[in-house]
């Protein structure tokens, strides 16, 4: 290539920019490198803190888009299986034709396996605060690596008197068995003393308007609060509802008993705390609980990560003995005033 030719493709790939009669390097959001021996893709990016971060980058066949694809998944009707469990019965069965998951049997880990695993919020009239940012935390208990690209976290609260949604797009990926950390404003820094946790890693942070997102809960509101995590769905609002209560209109799962509630096809979890968004029969729209979040606590599902089947929600009692939403019993609100050093449940 000729000196101009590279000239040329340096501008295109936006690596540089024109500047009067000169050339100058383009300032950098992020960069990509790819390991020679493996092929695999990195980003890396610097955080508010200037620290540097960096992000594997999917392959294209782990796209879950390419994987909805390929596997023939049916996400054009509701379902008692919410997104997560659908695909990954649709690409088992893809895969094993003559031993085929049968979507109304235990399927174990080919269930709903994605969960909002905890979060912190505080109240507005919080005068310390146990946790040093907002967060919330996406846990898979699954033997899956799970492309978060396409799917989206939305957070309700009410702004200026209004119901208002934000929407993050995801961008990395959530190892099996692992977790993956959405972080947002600050509450505190690492030498706080009443912060007994210290949210120092993460793998996606979220801004709104160039500041990182505040899940502050305005306690003199009487409107609702919630995060819903989907697979598309990115306008999603307020009054749009993710699930129902059972009213056999879907004909493989018309025993109620078994299988409580049904499911919008972009669905994966969904809850709201202090108060939620609920409809004239005081019916939730995204979510059936409401977790009573109090000054200075922070919601911890009970159950997450644990191997014994009969602990793990499910989104139905097919897969297991505690179903998605059953009861308050089943979340752990954590009181933050004192360190955490004792298991959910426990008399140590």
Not at 137 to 161: A, I, K, M, V
Not at 190 to 205: L, T
Not at 213 to 237: H, Q
């Amino acid at each position: 290539m000729t000196e101009s030719e590279v000239l040329d493709l340096l501008k295109k790939q936006g690596i540089i920019r024109e500047d009067g009669e000169n050339l100058r390097i383009t300032d950098l959001s992020d960069i990509t490198f790819i390991h020679q021996d493996t092929g695999k893709k990195y980003k890396f990016f610097i955080n508010e803190s200037g620290d540097l971060i960096n992000q594997e980058i999917p392959n294209d066949e782990d796209l879950l888009s390419n994987r909805v694809a390929a596997s023939g998944v049916d996400l054009d009707s509701w379902s008692a299986r919410g997104f997560i469990g659908r695909l990954r019965i649709a690409e088992y069965n893809k895969a094993n034709p003559s031993n085929r998951l049968s979507e109304t049997q235990n399927v174990g880990l080919y269930s709903d396996r994605i969960k909002i695993g905890a979060f912190y919020a505080p109240l507005d009239t919080d005068i310390v605060h146990g946790c040093t940012r907002a967060f919330v935390e996406l846990e898979n208990t699954s033997d899956s690596d799970f492309c978060l690209q396409g799917c989206y976290l939305h957070y309700t609260r009410p702004t200026d008197d209004k119901q208002t949604v934000y929407h993050l797009p995801l961008t990395g990926t959530i190892k099996a068995g692992g977790t993956y950390v959405i972080a947002g404003a600050y509450y505190g820094d690492k030498k706080d003393e009443n912060a007994y946790i210290k949210v120092d890693s993460y793998d996606q942070e979220w801004y709104e308007d160039g500041k990182l997102i505040d899940f502050t809960i305005n306690t003199s509101s009487s409107l609702g609060n919630g995060f819903a995590l989907t697979y598309g769905n990115p306008d999603l609002t307020s009054t749009t509802y993710l699930w129902k209560a059972n009213d056999s209109s879907v004909t493989t799962f018309n025993d109620a008993k078994t299988y409580p509630n049904l499911y919008d096809p972009s669905f994966i979890d969904a809850i709201y705390f202090y108060t939620g968004v609920i409809d004239s029969s005081k019916t939730g729209y995204w979510a059936k609980l409401v977790l009573g979040i109090k000054s200075n606590t922070m919601y911890k599902n009970t159950f997450e990560l644990d191997p014994a089947q009969q602990a793990y929600q499910s989104a139905n009692v097919k897969d297991s003995s505690r179903a998605r939403w059953a009861s308050t019993a089943d979340v752990w609100i954590v009181d933050l005033s004192s360190p955490m050093i004792s298991f959910p449940h426990s008399k140590e």
